[in-house]
């Protein structure tokens, strides 16, 4: 079936830089797409969404870019800092279709260098 | 908020032997999710339910996967019996049945080793 995926397994930064974490999809009826944390030891935790009638968003340090051309997703984190250092997973869902779970990619782990 | 609330965290057993795995979503929420996440296979959907009625299981590995939900605030997940490759981490996770906009927040996860 349709699944989302990720272009980089790792992903290292020095302390300070910006990083910038990609994801492609190939469900186009993908309606609403996350960006989830994961620190070692503990489930994702939420960081930022983005519907797909939107093509960019901002929260704290971080902002998702989204291009339906393509079909990808990005996410940035300004100013990274070690506590950013986890697993960073995209994930799509389909609302039109009736899913209601979400498809996850493989995840990049993004490694901060002091 | 108390969050999503697994048991237990660590499990070890033999395989043959019963795994049960516990779950309190977050209060209120219409919609509950179990994950099993592998390095091979990344975050797989196992099976969710809405208002305690399961909707999807089709990413239940086999017959010796079982889920339940007898109330709006409690779930398990049972294998029975268990062997080595089940061994992975299982996550639940709920969320609001709010349309459009589907953020799902989970638990900290079960992580089991089956020897």
């Known amino acids: 079936g349709e699944s989302v995926g990720l272009h980089l397994p790792t992903l290292s930064v020095q302390e300070g830089d910006n990083s910038i974490i990609n994801c492609a999809y190939s469900n186009s009826a993908s309606d609403y797409f996350i960006w989830y944390k994961q620190e070692s030891g503990k489930g994702p935790q939420f960081i930022i969404d983005?519907?797909?009638?939107?093509d960019k968003r901002q929260g704290q340090r971080v902002t998702v870019l989204l291009n339906k051309t393509v079909k990808h997703l990005s996410l940035q984190i300004a100013a990274t800092q070690p506590g950013d250092s986890a697993v960073y997973f995209c994930?799509?869902?389909?609302?039109?279709?009736?899913?209601?779970?979400?498809?996850f990619g493989k995840g990049t782990h993004l490694i901060i260098q002091p | 908020d108390a969050g999503v609330i697994q048991s237990p965290r660590h499990e070890v057993t033999e395989m043959g032997q019963e795994v049960t795995l516990r779950c309190k979503p977050i209060?209120?929420?219409?919609?509950l999710f179990w994950y099993r996440q592998t390095m091979m296979r990344g975050l797989e959907l196992l099976i969710y339910f809405n208002n305690n009625v399961p909707i999807d299981d089709s990413g239940m590995p086999e017959d010796r996967f079982s889920a339940k939900m007898p109330n709006a605030s409690f779930s398990t997940l049972k294998i029975q019996p268990s062997e080595p490759r089940d061994s992975a981490v299982y996550f639940c996770?709920?969320?609001?049945?709010?349309?459009?906009?589907?953020?799902?927040?989970f638990g900290e996860g079960s992580w089991l080793t089956v020897v």
């Open positions: 996770a709920s969320r609001y049945d709010r349309g459009v906009g589907n953020t799902i927040y």
């Open positions: 994930a799509e869902n389909n609302d039109g279709g009736g899913a209601d779970g979400l498809t």
């Open positions: 209060s209120g929420h219409d919609y």
């Open positions: 983005i519907r797909s009638n939107m």
